[in-house]
Structure formats: structure tokens, C-alpha cells
């Protein structure tokens, strides 16, 4: 397993390039197996998760490539719609494919989805809505199949405002006969990404970024280009980073349109910024003030993703501030490692009561998620001492060589790849 070895207690300074959205482009290439034709993604990072995804997509007879940060999917030698177990527990979002291959190919065989251990996310929804457009679900151990003779257009109410269930019933009502309306939607940007991709190849679908979206179905649609929308949570994970070190970061590529739940609350820690055209500044040279509560929740309020990168800074606050995570119930593991570190919190439920210490200190610890995994990146960077941050991988999964990135803004970060032990007795 890789290791990032830190050396804390400098401010980051500098300008950074925020990479494209995970959570924008992994449903955005589900979605390109909807065209008759090829479709060329731009500002596709090179994560795991996207790497594969790219891998159950060529297992299902697509061409793809990943060139640079430009992906080129072409589906017209698809062969199965039956995606394979074990690529299917190494990554959650392979369940964007459910939509897409039911519309185009009216089948598809699935198994229960992977990724973060951070608490349980069922798919009832994304096959309930499914169900609504005329899918037949099939139960055969591990193994679920959804069948359609034809999709038809329905009114579908989602009981929470699902980000996978939206892009899902989006997905697969495109190809549907008739109009299909989506109330109580997902209102994430990156359900705006994917509305403007799927329009961009011929799709009719209207109202996302509200909580109502239309969907009138078309016969077909056909290859683009699309540029995929910056990474928000990245972006939210260094503007954070650059407070928790006392640092000057200039973002660039970066939509502070999509961050005002963040900003509001940062700018409350008594850090400045500073937003105009795609660019964010980050300045904090003193110690941040504690947050009396934050919340977790949907779209536009504050992101379960970055609950974990907060809580360092206000592990490094003046005060006492509470953190309550409504979205899941598995998310606050982060906080025995940072406890490790000399970090004050208390957790009670779904809540973590965040006493400010005056310092954090290296030790090693480990990341066990994706997300912890760049908290525990932040901690290294304001800490005394070093860190050793163990597990890599999860951070892997949405990050783009995120020591790299750190490193341009004059983080001492390096990455420790593990070299196998030879079997000598096997030669």
C-alpha cells in the first residue's frame, strides 16, 4: 500500500488548477452509452474511479480511451449488458449504468455496488424509479437483472432528493416513450452537467438545479463533445487546506456558484475570500474562529463531502463547534484519527462536538475513505511534525495525485510507494 509521508506547519501559497468533477463525469460516461456514435469527454481526471469505470466499460464491448484528460467512448461494439461483480464492488457509481443500458438495450445485470465504507446507501430508489418507467426487477442471489419491453414516460416523486437516483431515471427516461417528471430532484450541479450533456446529443430534458425535472423522450441520440464541470469537492478540500495551514491559495478553474454554502461558512471562521470569473482566493493568516453548527445536508446546503475536511479546521479553531452529518451515518471515522493527532472531538449520534486545540502533531494514521483520507491529508499539512498517512488508494479514488497538487502550492509531501517482498523461497 502507498504511503504520503508530510512534513507539517507550512502555509500553503500559490495557484492551483482544480481538475474535473468525479461526481460529474462518471454519469456523464454511463450516459455516452445512449449514443449512436462517439462521444469525446474533455477535462476528465485520472483517478481510480474513472479508471474503472473506463475498465467495466470496455468489459462491455466499448471502446475507450483516456488520453491525456480527454475520454473517447464508443459503444457500437457493446455486446452484453451483464457487468461484472467484482468491478461492481470496487465502485459504487458503476450503478449510473443501469439507466443507460435498460434504455438502449432494455436489459441489464447488475450486482450490489461498492465503494466507501461510510455508512449504508441502498439503491431502492434508483429501482423504484426505474420501476415507474415499466422495468421489471428480477432477484437471483447477488445477481439483480432489470428487464423492459419498453420504457413509458410516468411521474416519479423520489422519497429523498438522491443524487444517483436523478441521474439514473434521467438517464433511462430519455429513450422512454412519452414525458416523464421528476419531483423532489437532486439539485447538485453536477445534475446540471448531465442535463446539459445529455441535451447536447439530442435529448429533451428540462429543470435541473430545481427540485422538478422534465424529461420528454426521443427516438435516439448521437455522439459530442462535452467539457466536463470542475470538481467542487476538490476545490472545497483546498480552499479548506489553505485556511488550516494559514496560507494564501489562489484557485483557478473553480466555481464559487457552486461553494456558497462553504464560503458562508468559512468566511464565518474568519477566513477571507475572494471570488470573480472561475477564480477563488483563499487568505487566512490567523487562527480560525469555531462554527457554532454546521449541517450536512442536500444540495445547496452544506456537502456530506467536505464534512470531514471542515473538521479539521475546526479542530484548529477558537471555540467549540458542532458538526451534525444527516446524510450518513458512517462518516465520522475520521475523528479517532484526528484524535490520534492531538484533535479534542466528541461524537454523540450522528453528531461531533469539535473543541479547537492550539496545535495538531504527526503521527501515523489512516485513511478510511475517500474523503477522511484528504482530511487527514490537511491535519498532516497544519501539524507538527510528520505524518504518515496510510491506505492512499481511497484518496486515489477522487483526488488526481493530490501530493502533486500540494506540492505546487509548496506542501512538503511525498508519496512512499510499497515495493512487494520477494518470495525467496519461491524464487
Known amino acids: 500500500m502507498d504511503k504520503l509521508v508530510i512534513e507539517g506547519g507550512k502555509p500553503l501559497s500559490g495557484t492551483i488548477r482544480i481538475h474535473g468533477a468525479k461526481n460529474a463525469a462518471l454519469p456523464i460516461m454511463a450516459a455516452a452509452i445512449l449514443a449512436d456514435g462517439a462521444v469525446q469527454l474533455h477535462n476528465v481526471p485520472h483517478l481510480l474511479d474513472i479508471e474503472v469505470m473506463l475498465d467495466i466499460l470496455r468489459g462491455l464491448g466499448c471502446r475507450a480511451t483516456h488520453d491525456g484528460n480527454t475520454v473517447v467512448l464508443d459503444s457500437s461494439g457493446l455486446r452484453t449488458s451483464h457487468i461484472p461483480e467484482d468491478l461492481m464492488r470496487q465502485m459504487r457509481s458503476s450503478i449510473f449504468l443501469m439507466g443507460p443500458l435498460l434504455a438502449k438495450y432494455h436489459e441489464v445485470h447488475i450486482y450490489q455496488p461498492g465503494g466507501c465504507a461510510i455508512g449504508e446507501r441502498k439503491i431502492d430508489l434508483h429501482l423504484r424509479g426505474l420501476q415507474a418507467l415499466g422495468a421489471e426487477i428480477e432477484y437471483a442471489g447477488s445477481q439483480l437483472t432489470c428487464k423492459t419491453k419498453r420504457l413509458v414516460g410516468a411521474d416519479i416523486h423520489l422519497d429523498f432528493p438522491s443524487v444517483g437516483a436523478t441521474e439514473n431515471i434521467m438517464m433511462a427516461a430519455v429513450l422512454a416513450e412519452g414525458i416523464t417528471v421528476l419531483t423532489n430532484a437532486a439539485r447538485e450541479p453536477e445534475i446540471i452537467d448531465l442535463q446539459n450533456f445529455l441535451n447536447q446529443m439530442g435529448a429533451n430534458v428540462s429543470g435541473a438545479g430545481s427540485d422538478t425535472i422534465t424529461i420528454h423522450g426521443v427516438k435516439a441520440l448521437h455522439g459530442t463533445k462535452y467539457e466536463i464541470i470542475p470538481d467542487r469537492i476538490v476545490a472545497g478540500t483546498f480552499m479548506i487546506a489553505a485556511a488550516a495551514t494559514r496560507g494564501a491559495v489562489t484557485l483557478t478553474n473553480a466555481y464559487s456558484e457552486h461553494?456558497?454554502?462553504?464560503?458562508?461558512?468559512?468566511?464565518?471562521?474568519?477566513?477571507?475570500?475572494?471570488?470573480?470569473?472561475?477564480?477563488?482566493?483563499?487568505?487566512?493568516?490567523?487562527?480560525?474562529?469555531?462554527?457554532?453548527?454546521?449541517?450536512?445536508?442536500?444540495?445547496?446546503?452544506?456537502?456530506?463531502?467536505?464534512?470531514?475536511?471542515?473538521?479539521?479546521?475546526?479542530?484548529?479553531?477558537?471555540?467549540?463547534?458542532?458538526?451534525?452529518?444527516?446524510?450518513?451515518?458512517?462518516?465520522?471515522?475520521?475523528?479517532?484519527?484526528?484524535?490520534?493527532?492531538?484533535?479534542?472531538?466528541?461524537?454523540?449520534?450522528?453528531?461531533?462536538?469539535v473543541r479547537g486545540v492550539n496545535?495538531?502533531?504527526?503521527?501515523?494514521?489512516?485513511?478510511?475513505?475517500?474523503?477522511?483520507?484528504?482530511?487527514?491529508?490537511?491535519?498532516?499539512?497544519?501539524?507538527?511534525?510528520?505524518?504518515v498517512v496510510e491506505k492512499v488508494h481511497h484518496i486515489d479514488r477522487g483526488y488526481d495525485g493530490i501530493e502533486h497538487m500540494f506540492t505546487r502550492l509548496g506542501a512538503r509531501i511525498k508519496r512512499n510507494t510499497a515495493v512487494p517482498k520477494l518470495d525467496l523461497a519461491n524464487g
Open 259 to 353: 461553494l456558497t454554502s462553504l464560503i458562508h461558512i468559512l468566511r464565518r471562521a474568519g477566513v477571507q475570500i475572494a471570488t470573480s470569473n472561475g477564480i477563488i482566493n483563499v487568505t487566512s493568516f490567523g487562527r480560525p474562529k469555531a462554527v457554532e453548527r454546521v449541517v450536512t445536508s442536500p444540495y445547496p446546503a452544506f456537502p456530506t463531502d467536505l464534512q470531514s475536511q471542515l473538521m479539521v479546521l475546526l479542530a484548529l479553531s477558537d471555540g467549540v463547534s458542532v458538526m451534525k452529518e444527516t446524510i450518513f451515518e458512517g462518516r465520522f471515522k475520521h475523528v479517532d484519527e484526528l484524535g490520534r493527532m492531538g484533535a479534542d472531538i466528541r461524537v454523540d449520534l450522528s453528531s461531533a462536538y
Open 359 to 387: 496545535q495538531l502533531y504527526g503521527t501515523t494514521v489512516e485513511a478510511t475513505d475517500l474523503r477522511a483520507g484528504a482530511a487527514l491529508v490537511i491535519a498532516g499539512l497544519a501539524a507538527d511534525g510528520h505524518t
